[in-house]
């Protein structure tokens, strides 16, 4: 089954045909790893390298501790931002942003659902969890 971009049903219109990208990101996590403080380092790194690849992911999808980093963390905020411009689709677990009292605080991307990751799960060929 071919689940490219062509035929892939669109996520709340958000997703464009003309993408190649074909990778949905899932970050569950405001770090990377067991140790919190070089995991949070890791995080910055992580995505600054995806800046520079050329398979950048279409979407990445912010949920549980992760929606700090399209909130509070400014740095990568900013790195988001630059994922933004290139193309790179955004969204931030709404459930997840009210639980931490972070819903007026989105600096980056929408607030999104579950839906984002269940319909990403089907339409793209490939989704990566981090977290």
Same mark, same amino acid.
């Given at each position: 089954?071919?689940?490219?971009?062509?035929?892939?049903?669109?996520?709340?219109?958000?997703?464009?045909?003309?993408?190649?990208?074909?990778?949905?990101?899932?970050?569950?996590?405001?770090?990377?790893?067991?140790?919190?403080?070089?995991?949070?380092?890791?995080?910055?790194?992580?995505?600054?390298?995806?800046?520079?690849?050329?398979?950048?992911?279409?979407?990445?999808?912010?949920?549980?501790?992760?929606?700090?980093?399209?909130?509070?963390?400014?740095?990568?905020?900013?790195?988001?931002?630059?994922?933004?411009?290139?193309?790179? =689709?955004?969204?931030?677990?709404?459930?997840?942003?009210?639980?931490?009292?972070?819903?007026? =605080?989105?600096?980056?991307?929408?607030?999104?659902?579950?839906?984002?990751?269940?319909?990403?799960?089907?339409?793209?060929?490939?989704?990566?969890?981090?977290?």
């Amino acid at each position: 089954m071919d689940r490219g971009r062509k035929g892939a049903r669109k996520i709340e219109g958000l997703m464009s045909d003309t993408k190649a990208k074909d990778m949905l990101l899932v970050f569950a996590t405001d770090s990377i790893g067991k140790e919190e403080d070089i995991g949070k380092v890791l995080v910055k790194g992580f995505f600054e390298t995806i800046k520079t690849t050329k398979e950048i992911p279409h979407t990445i999808f912010f949920m549980n501790a992760g929606v700090n980093l399209t909130t509070r963390n400014i740095e990568i905020v900013s790195l988001l931002k630059e994922l933004q411009a290139m193309g790179v =689709e955004i969204f931030s677990c709404g459930t997840c942003l009210k639980y931490y009292g972070l819903e007026a =605080e989105l600096k980056v991307g929408y607030r999104g659902t579950t839906n984002h990751i269940v319909e990403g799960m089907k339409d793209f060929a490939k989704t990566v969890w981090i977290g």
